[in-house]
Every structure is written in structure tokens, then in C-alpha cells.
């Protein structure tokens, strides 16, 4: 995205919102006046380059983008023809939508119906409160995923009406079914694709998945003691699965900010954590 100049993440972080966007170039007469940078980008990339790009500052640039990094499947050659004759006929539906309120084509407004309103609200607080435990880069998605989950819910009412038959008109709304669909789809398994890169791409999980656990304990101060499964239920960042709840503990029983407690017999070590009290406030 830089390699023109060193100015084009500029460009980038612009054409997210849409806002108008002027080019100056030297060779140009007059610079290029662009009333809305609006632009798709879809593609891939390799895991060692991603990891120098997250070294760099944070200016927002990457919790615009929605990542995908899912675990390989075994190959196999699909026997059912793909239906390109529909497919073409239903996003003509899109082509063919009239944007022209003036000389030039404008926006146009879609709301959410008054009981999906709710719905978001209750996602982004949600994602407020994952935000508290995260950091870096992570931190910035979770900022992010309310507005993410916005725009999804646009895009499935309008690929829904442009796969049903007929003519009916395009959506004037966007309807709960559709936010609820855009929330669970970002919240279930945008974020924690999210969680996967940035992890994978930068800290060790030895040291990002016990400081995700650490944030969590300075700021809440539990009971005496916290047993994995607790953990698990919490949905912090990261630590959805049981092995990697193990390595949370494991790393902080290692820095003496948990040890292994008694178990209600009386005998050895149990399979709750004693919270120290000596965890900085």
C-alpha cells in the first residue's frame, strides 16, 4: 500500500469511511478531486510478511481489515458445477441499482429497523468489554468490530435480496435478522480470526496469552482462587480453549502470580489457582 509513496496508507485509511479525497501530483494540472474513496480490497498474504508490517506504528491500518486465517482442510475436487449463470443474475441486481438522486451518483441511506438497534448495542458494548483486556494491535480490531459488524449486516440484506426471485424492490432497512447474522459472523469468528493473526504474527502465545489473563486479574481482583474451566467462561481474548487456558496459568504460576491450591480433601495440588495477593493493583 506503499509502494508508490510513502504517503498511500493515507489513502487507505480514507477509503474505510468513504470521505472525499483530493491527489496532488506534480504532473497534473489540476488535482484529482474524488467526492467519495470508497474501495474493496480482498486478497492474501504470507504469514513472515504480515509479521513486519505488525511492527510497525500503529495508525489504525490494520483493524480496518477483516483476517482470515483458517486451518487447512483436506483437498478434494468438487463434483457439483458452480452456478455461474446465477450468480451473475443476482449481483446484475446490484448493478442495475439506481444511486443518481442528483447529477451524480449519491449514497443512500439504509437504517436499521427499531429492534435491531438493541442488537448492536448490546455487540459493541460487548466488544468494549473484550477491548478492556486486549492490547496492540488486537486492541485496535476489537475498536473496530461494531462498525464491522454495521456494514456486514448492509451486505447481507442486499446479497439476500439479490438471491430471492422476483422484483422486489432493494431493502430500504436493514432488518434484525440481518444484524443478528452480521454480530454472531464478527463476534464468533471475525475477532477471533483476529486473535489468530495478531498471535500468531507477533508475540509468543507463551507471553501474549498469560498477559491477556494478567489484565484481567489486576482489573477485576476475583476470589481467592480461579480454575480453568472459570476461565474458559470469561471468553477473554485468546482463551477459549482449554489448552490455551493451560498455558495462561502455567505463565503466571511461573511468574508466582498463581499456585496450584489445595483441593477440598485437604491433599495435594487441586486444579484450582490461590490468586496472590502481592498482584499489583
Known amino acids: ?23 496532488e501530483r506534480q504532473k497534473l494540472p ?25 511492527q510497525e506504528l500503529d495508525d489504525g491500518l490494520m483493524a480496518r481489515i477483516s483476517w482470515v486465517w483458517p486451518d487447512p482442510v483436506d483437498f478434494h475436487i468438487g463434483k457439483q458445477a458452480l452456478g455461474v449463470e446465477w450468480a451473475i443474475n443476482a449481483l446484475d441486481k446490484l448493478r442495475e441499482l439506481d444511486l443518481s438522486t442528483s447529477m451524480s451518483p449519491s449514497p443512500i441511506m439504509v437504517p436499521l429497523v427499531p429492534s435491531a438497534v438493541p442488537i448492536l448495542e448490546e455487540f ?7 477491548q478492556r483486556w486486549a492490547s496492540g494491535l488486537l486492541r485496535s480490531a476489537y475498536g473496530k468490530a461494531r462498525g464491522q459488524a454495521l456494514r456486514l449486516s448492509l451486505v447481507l440484506e442486499y446479497l439476500w435480496w439479490c438471491a430471492a426471485d422476483g422484483m422486489a424492490p432493494p431493502p430500504s432497512q436493514i432488518s434484525e435478522e440481518a444484524i443478528t447474522a452480521a454480530t454472531g459472523f464478527v463476534g464468533e469468528y471475525s475477532m477471533p480470526m483476529a486473535e489468530r493473526v495478531y498471535g500468531d504474527a507477533a508475540l509468543p502465545e507463551e507471553e501474549r496469552l498469560p498477559a491477556t489473563l494478567a ?10 482462587s480461579i480454575n480453568a474451566r472459570e476461565v474458559q467462561r470469561l471468553k477473554l481474548p485468546g482463551l477459549r480453549e482449554a489448552e490455551k487456558v493451560r498455558i495462561a496459568l502455567g505463565g503466571l504460576v ?21 490468586i496472590m495477593p502481592s498482584i499489583p493493583g
Open 215 to 224: 489484565r484481567w486479574l489486576i482489573s477485576q481482583r476475583p476470589p481467592e
Open 1 to 23: 500500500m506503499t509502494a508508490y509513496n510513502t504517503s498511500g496508507r493515507s489513502f487507505w485509511l480514507e477509503a474505510y469511511d468513504g470521505h472525499p479525497y483530493w491527489v
Open 124 to 130: 459493541g458494548r460487548e466488544m468494549q468489554q473484550r
Open 30 to 54: 489540476q488535482p484529482i478531486d474524488i467526492p467519495r474513496n470508497v474501495v474493496a480490497v480482498y486478497g492474501g498474504t504470507q504469514p513472515d510478511k504480515l509479521s513486519r508490517l505488525m
Open 254 to 274: 511461573d511468574v508466582d502470580w498463581l499456585r496450584p491450591a489445595p483441593d477440598r480433601a485437604g491433599g495435594g495440588p487441586g486444579r484450582r489457582r490461590a
